[in-house]
């Protein structure tokens, strides 16, 4: 009887997840970004934002993110970052049980693949801006 329990939640858990899809970004030149929601971590730190690599301007309490240049550049058409497709694509950062929902607008060229560089706010979701670094995770949206 266990066992059956068992093996029907694997069954109810393997339909949820085979439902699971996500469309790729393309770019100028063809190729796809894969922005499945694959779980990354990385070190997230904060910064103030201004006008940035994707040509918008933000601030202080905007909701947004600078994605690792090793991460983001490789996605720029013909050098162009204003017109990298992560430009306003979502991503959910998360760090000790908390989450926020964030936009990419950036580069951040000190960060690693992986990292993230988010705005004061987006940082105040997950910890109090005194702490000044967190390991986290995030996921496409």
Partial sequence: MFS???????AVLATLL????ASPVTTSSGGEIDTRAALTNGRFTYYNPGLGACGTNHGDG???VALSHAD????TPNG??????LCGRRLRASFSGRNVDV???????ACN?????????AFQALADLSVGVIQGSWTWL
């Fill in 4 to 10: 059956s329990k068992i093996t029907s939640t694997l």
């Fill in 18 to 21: 085979a439902g699971t899809t």
């Fill in 62 to 64: 905007d909701l947004a």
């Fill in 72 to 75: 983001f550049d490789p996605s």
């Fill in 80 to 85: 162009n970052p204003n017109n990298n497709p």
């Fill in 103 to 109: 936009t990419v607008i950036d580069r951040c060229v």
């Fill in 113 to 121: 693949s992986g990292d993230l560089d988010l705005s004061p706010a």
